[in-house]
């Protein structure tokens, strides 16, 4: 071997495992297969202990923890060992003290010796073949994760429903992503949104090792009251047992499992409890009842459950009456506080409603904390949900390391969506919660580092331009803009429009514009539009230039991590551009020229399913066929009604109207036949003749 601490990891070296391995050591023995497969070509010698092989010059043992091993004493804590690396007999031996730190363990020698990427699947990172890999015999010993609790929501999951066929989602569709957060150092995961229960998504979570947690509008993971008791009012006032009766069902249901038990009390559909029992008029009638009932969870779980660990979601109005003192909260319960959805730790935007109360523990609120935080949100206003987070990682940075120094430590679930589109936020928040600090310049390089071979100081410049290139909507650092704020409010904007109601302002809106006029609501929104759109423009053009310096896969890996989002985004800019200049023509008269700019509408927003479909490339075929919450067809149906509306204003009844007026030649306007000049012109051929004749005119901009 020449130096005798260096070893060869080799095709067929022998890896011993246990005899019977748990369902989560087999599922990551499984994993280690298929990565051994794709860099050696072969699958790996797997064979108990008693039976690999000593006549060898290196082989690995995993099992776990012996006394000589000295793993540490604490959950999911793994070693790595030599033990002979000064005899004939080298051996490595990956050895844990459970389950999960063996599945940790094992994950170790893919990512660190074979080179998977944790998030080969996400962003098709490639997995590089090799003959042989080079091992150096140092002892690893796993350093303890700076949160305890830690994972994702997959929520908001739209993408991985309609994915691949079969509902819910199947093994298929959650495999990678259970995978990829257990690649991470997760532990902890809520698998879909209000998914059937006759799903796999739980089971398969639980199988691989992961905590299950809950949804805080769905406590104890319980089914809703109205869906189990159709008809009857939603009050635990009027109907305490049935409440109780589907806490102590979820109870039973899940008490085998590794579970954080959310207790909670919000109203159906995620609102406040009160919007269905309006007899509690106080914050202190309502803190009241909120601890009342987070008190009666509590008791149920430790009744039917060894030392359960619990926590309390601390979200919305529920944030609001704890700090005001209006909530009593058991003392050993994790209370776990939310950012408001754009990354910033204070309470969510309700509507037109922005208290931005600070949503972190107080100096003095000693106890268990932690943390749930959305890398992509969804409320219909102004949130990304297709696209990266709209704000810095250094941003994101700053509010999670002051969440941990205020005490957030124990619980971290992190809103992941639909995965694919937020792997770089996410891979730098898992490095977050495993060491309780990362770099940001630093852990971009290694993004990029792992993603292409070069041009990596351009890339990287695209990434820091990204988040600065959003629009900034509001007066905090954090309202910046995501995907939906380009569709949601444009398609509120056309209803009002269609409806009549052009004399009212949309107090939808007011979130962004305030109490102005309607007409104003709709200037405001262009103009955003038009002062961001030179810059995605530029950055568009030099993201495009880069690409075309770079190899074919890597080119489409650029598309879709990162050139997919900005054009997404300077297509919403267009779109929302030429919506606002057919709404000034249309009121000031010129419904012509509207019409032209409606169809502009329409035409830049449908390029935005082009560029959906384009990231539909090989196994992402249909990813976002569900796409449902941003919903670009919606916007593009929608600016197609408004359009044939808009006709109607001046073209009606036969529709030859303005191709009399604007297009006839004046020799044929008061000769022509009526028989063969009353066959009209489609929407897309009359928009594209007038606006050659408004351009001409100098009225089309």
Same mark, same amino acid.
């Given at each position: 071997?020449?130096?005798?601490?260096?070893?060869?990891?080799?095709?067929?070296?022998?890896?011993?495992?246990?005899?019977?391995?748990?369902?989560?050591?087999?599922?990551?023995?499984?994993?280690?297969?298929?990565?051994?497969?794709?860099?050696?070509?072969?699958?790996?010698?797997?064979?108990?202990?008693?039976?690999?092989?000593?006549?060898?010059?290196?082989?690995?043992?995993?099992?776990?923890?012996?006394?000589?091993?000295?793993?540490?004493?604490?959950?999911?804590?793994?070693?790595? =060992?030599?033990?002979?690396?000064?005899?004939?007999?080298?051996?490595?031996?990956?050895?844990?003290?459970?389950?999960?730190? +063996?599945?940790?363990?094992?994950?170790?020698?893919?990512?660190?010796?074979?080179?998977?990427?944790?998030? $080969?699947?996400?962003?098709?990172?490639?997995?590089?073949?090799?003959?042989?890999?080079?091992?150096?015999?140092?002892?690893?010993?796993?350093?303890?994760?700076?949160?305890?609790?830690?994972?994702?929501?997959?929520?908001?999951?739209?993408?991985?429903?309609?994915?691949?066929?079969?509902?819910?989602?199947?093994?298929?569709?959650?495999?990678?992503?259970?995978?990829?957060?257990?690649?991470?150092?997760?532990?902890?995961?809520?698998?879909?949104?209000?998914?059937?229960?006759?799903?796999?998504?739980?089971?398969?979570?639980?199988?691989?090792?992961?905590?299950?947690?809950?949804?805080?509008?769905?406590?104890?993971?319980?089914?809703?009251?109205? =869906?189990?008791?159709?008809?009857?009012?939603?009050?635990?006032?009027?109907?305490?047992?049935?409440?109780?009766?589907?806490?102590?069902?979820?109870?039973?249901?899940?008490?085998?499992?590794?579970?954080?038990?959310?207790?909670?009390? =919000?109203?159906?559909? *995620?609102?406040?409890?009160?919007?269905?029992?309006?007899?509690?008029?106080?914050?202190?009638?309502?803190?009241?009842?909120?601890?009342?009932?987070?008190?009666?969870?509590?008791?149920?779980?430790?009744?039917?459950?060894?030392?359960?660990?619990?926590?309390?979601?601390?979200?919305?109005?529920?944030?609001?009456?704890?700090?005001?003192?209006?909530?009593?909260?058991?003392?050993?319960?994790?209370?776990?506080?939310?950012?408001?959805?754009?990354?910033?730790?204070?309470?969510?935007?309700?509507?037109?409603?922005?208290?931005?109360?600070?949503?972190?523990?107080?100096?003095? *609120?000693?106890?268990?904390?932690?943390?749930?935080?959305?890398?992509?949100?969804?409320?219909?206003?102004?949130?990304?949900?297709?696209?990266?987070?709209?704000?810095?990682?250094?941003?994101?940075?700053?509010?999670?390391?002051?969440?941990?120094?205020?005490?957030?430590?124990?619980?971290?679930?992190?809103?992941?969506?639909?995965?694919?589109?937020?792997?770089? +936020?996410?891979?730098?928040?898992?490095?977050?919660? +495993?060491?309780?600090?990362?770099?940001?310049?630093?852990?971009?390089?290694?993004?990029?580092?792992?993603?292409?071979?070069?041009?990596?100081?351009?890339?990287?410049?695209?990434?820091?331009?990204?988040?600065?290139?959003?629009?900034?909507?509001?007066?905090?650092?954090?309202?910046?803009?995501?995907?939906?704020?380009?569709?949601?409010?444009? =398609?509120?904007?056309?209803?009002?429009?269609?409806?009549?109601?052009?004399?009212?302002?949309?107090?939808?809106?007011? $979130?962004?514009?305030?109490?102005?006029?309607?007409?104003?609501?709709?200037?405001?929104?262009?103009?955003?539009?038009?002062?961001?759109?030179?810059?995605?423009?530029?950055?568009?053009?030099?993201?495009?230039?880069?690409?075309?310096?770079?190899?074919?896969?890597?080119?489409?890996?650029?598309?879709?991590?990162?050139?997919?989002?900005?054009?997404?985004?300077?297509?919403?800019?267009?779109?929302?551009?030429?919506?606002?200049?057919?709404?000034?023509?249309?009121?000031?008269?010129?419904?012509?020229?509207?019409?032209?700019?409606?169809?502009?509408?329409?035409?830049?927003?449908?390029?935005?399913?082009?560029?959906?479909?384009?990231?539909?490339?090989?196994?992402?075929?249909?990813?976002?066929?569900?796409? $449902?919450?941003?919903?670009?067809?919606?916007?593009?149906?929608?600016?197609?009604?408004?359009?044939?509306?808009?006709?109607?204003?001046? *073209?009606?009844?036969?529709?030859?109207?303005?191709?009399?007026?604007?297009?006839?030649?004046?020799?044929?306007?008061?000769?022509?036949?009526?028989?063969?000049?009353?066959?009209?012109?489609?929407? *897309?051929?009359?928009?594209?003749?007038?606006?050659?004749?408004?351009?001409?005119?100098?009225?089309?901009?």
């Amino acid at each position: 071997m020449g130096n005798a601490n260096v070893y060869k990891l080799l095709p067929d070296t022998p890896i011993s495992v246990p005899e019977r391995p748990a369902k989560p050591v087999r599922h990551a023995l499984d994993m280690l297969a298929r990565d051994w497969q794709a860099v050696f070509g072969q699958a790996p010698s797997f064979g108990s202990e008693s039976s690999a092989a000593k006549a060898v010059d290196f082989s690995i043992a995993i099992r776990y923890a012996q006394p000589q091993d000295e793993c540490p004493e604490r959950p999911e804590a793994f070693v790595i =060992r030599f033990p002979a690396a000064a005899g004939d007999d080298a051996a490595m031996v990956i050895a844990a003290r459970d389950h999960l730190g +063996l599945v940790y363990g094992i994950l170790h020698l893919s990512r660190v010796y074979l080179g998977v990427d944790p998030f $080969w699947f996400w962003a098709d990172i490639p997995i590089l073949p090799q003959s042989s890999v080079s091992i150096v015999a140092t002892d690893y010993i796993s350093p303890e994760a700076a949160v305890r609790f830690r994972g994702w929501f997959v929520n908001d999951e739209v993408c991985l429903i309609g994915w691949k066929d079969g509902y819910p989602p199947t093994e298929e569709v959650w495999m990678p992503v259970f995978e990829a957060l257990l690649r991470c150092g997760g532990n902890m995961v809520i698998p879909g949104t209000d998914l059937p229960r006759d799903g796999i998504h739980w089971k398969l979570a639980s199988e691989m090792g992961l905590w299950i947690t809950h949804h805080h509008a769905e406590p104890l993971g319980a089914e809703m009251f109205l =869906r189990a008791y159709p008809g009857k009012t939603p009050s635990y006032k009027e109907h305490p047992e049935l409440f109780e009766k589907l806490w102590r069902d979820a109870i039973e249901e899940q008490k085998e499992q590794s579970l954080v038990w959310v207790l909670s009390f =919000r109203g159906q559909g *995620d609102a406040p409890f009160w919007q269905y029992d309006p007899s509690f008029v106080t914050s202190e009638s309502r803190g009241e009842m909120i601890s009342r009932v987070i008190r009666k969870q509590y008791e149920m779980v430790h009744e039917a459950v060894p030392e359960p660990v619990c926590c309390v979601a601390l979200y919305g109005e529920i944030a609001e009456l704890y700090k005001e003192g209006h909530i009593d909260l058991p003392d050993d319960v994790i209370k776990v506080w939310a950012d408001n959805g754009y990354g910033k730790m204070v309470s969510r935007r309700h509507g037109n409603t922005n208290l931005r109360k600070p949503a972190l523990p107080d100096a003095g *609120d000693r106890g268990k904390h932690g943390l749930y935080y959305h890398v992509t949100f969804h409320d219909l206003q102004a949130s990304n949900h297709l696209t990266m987070f709209p704000s810095s990682s250094a941003f994101v940075n700053r509010e999670l390391q002051q969440a941990f120094h205020a005490g957030a430590q124990d619980y971290w679930l992190i809103n992941c969506g639909n995965i694919r589109q937020h792997a770089y +936020l996410l891979d730098f928040i898992g490095k977050l919660w +495993l060491t309780g600090q990362e770099d940001v310049e630093r852990h971009l390089a290694d993004w990029i580092g792992r993603l292409f071979s070069g041009e990596h100081d351009g890339i990287a410049r695209l990434y820091r331009q990204y988040a600065e290139l959003t629009i900034r909507y509001g007066p905090h650092e954090d309202d910046r803009a995501g995907d939906e704020f380009y569709h949601h409010p444009a =398609r509120k904007i056309v209803g009002r429009w269609i409806q009549g109601k052009r004399d009212q302002s949309d107090k939808r809106l007011h $979130w962004a514009t305030g109490d102005v006029p309607f007409a104003e609501q709709v200037k405001w929104f262009g103009r955003k539009c038009e002062e961001a759109l030179p810059g995605w423009e530029q950055w568009v053009a030099s993201c495009r230039a880069l690409a075309g310096r770079l190899e074919e896969n890597e080119k489409m890996r650029l598309y879709d991590q990162l050139l997919f989002h900005g054009e997404l985004h300077r297509s919403g800019c267009r779109g929302f551009i030429a919506l606002a200049k057919a709404y000034e023509a249309f009121d000031g008269g010129s419904f012509a020229l509207s019409f032209v700019y409606a169809t502009d509408a329409k035409r830049e927003y449908a390029e935005g399913i082009k560029l959906l479909s384009r990231a539909e490339h090989g196994k992402w075929e249909r990813f976002y066929k569900a796409d $449902w919450l941003t919903n670009v067809k919606s916007t593009v149906y929608n600016m197609d009604t408004l359009l044939k509306f808009i006709r109607m204003h001046g *073209d009606s009844p036969d529709f030859f109207l303005w191709y009399k007026e604007y297009i006839m030649p004046e020799t044929e306007k008061y000769i022509y036949l009526e028989n063969t000049h009353r066959n009209p012109l489609s929407d *897309d051929d009359l928009a594209d003749r007038l606006r050659e004749k408004f351009k001409a005119q100098g009225i089309y901009r």
